[in-house]
């Protein structure tokens, strides 16, 4: 990490590792497939430690669910301390990526082939997360929704 990628409290600004992210979930999600991939959706981005200026930062990346046009990337961010040899997992996060074709429709992504123990916790992670997201959607349209019915009933 160089000096140029500080935020103004003299670490990495998490913007820069954001992005780092977003292109390491890009290269898995096109690995898998084939194929271009854009972000839909960006989940669970815990900023666990400090990145400092000079460590060297790795970014680890699995897909961990396939729908039929979409798939979840997991990245894990670790920063080591080449002075001292401290290795630290600083960051992680979840992108929804969806494969498109050359008209920008979405494409049927291939299936995952779970092949370790960890991709099977992964996977059911992966399900898990999406069950929750879901079900957070739905709760907060139905709370937007009586919030405009009760507006409506005001303005009457």
Same mark, same amino acid.
């Given at each position: 990490?160089?000096?140029?990628?500080?935020?103004?409290?003299?670490?990495?600004?998490?913007?820069?590792?954001?992005?780092?992210?977003?292109? #390491?979930?890009?290269?898995?999600?096109?690995?898998?497939?084939?194929?271009?991939?854009?972000?839909?959706?960006?989940?669970?981005?815990?900023?666990?430690?400090?990145?400092?200026?000079?460590?060297?930062?790795?970014?680890?990346?699995?897909?961990?669910? #396939?729908?039929?046009?979409?798939?979840?990337?997991?990245?894990?961010?670790?920063?080591?301390? #080449?002075?001292?040899?401290? #290795?630290?997992?600083?960051?992680?996060?979840?992108?929804?990526?969806?494969?498109?074709?050359?008209?920008?429709?979405?494409?049927?992504?291939?299936?995952?082939? +779970?092949?370790? %123990?960890?991709?099977?916790?992964?996977?059911?992670?992966?399900?898990?997360?999406?069950?929750?997201?879901?079900?957070? %959607?739905?709760?907060?349209?139905?709370?937007?929704?009586?919030?405009?019915?009760?507006?409506?009933?005001?303005? +009457?």
């Amino acid at each position: 990490m160089i000096p140029s990628y500080t935020s103004f409290g003299g670490t990495i600004h998490g913007g820069i590792l954001l992005s780092l992210t977003d292109k #390491v979930a890009y290269a898995a999600a096109s690995k898998h497939a084939g194929n271009y991939y854009v972000t839909v959706s960006v989940d669970g981005v815990n900023f666990l430690q400090r990145v400092e200026v000079g460590e060297l930062v790795s970014l680890l990346a699995s897909v961990n669910y #396939v729908g039929r046009t979409s798939l979840l990337v997991g990245i894990k961010v670790i920063a080591e301390d #080449v002075r001292n040899g401290s #290795v630290n997992y600083t960051n992680t996060c979840y992108f929804t990526r969806v494969t498109k074709d050359d008209a920008g429709k979405p494409t049927t992504v291939p299936s995952l082939i +779970l092949e370790t %123990s960890e991709d099977t916790r992964r996977f059911l992670e992966a399900i898990k997360r999406r069950e929750f997201k879901e079900q957070y %959607s739905r709760e907060f349209n139905n709370a937007r929704s009586v919030l405009a019915a009760e507006q409506q009933l005001h303005l +009457l």
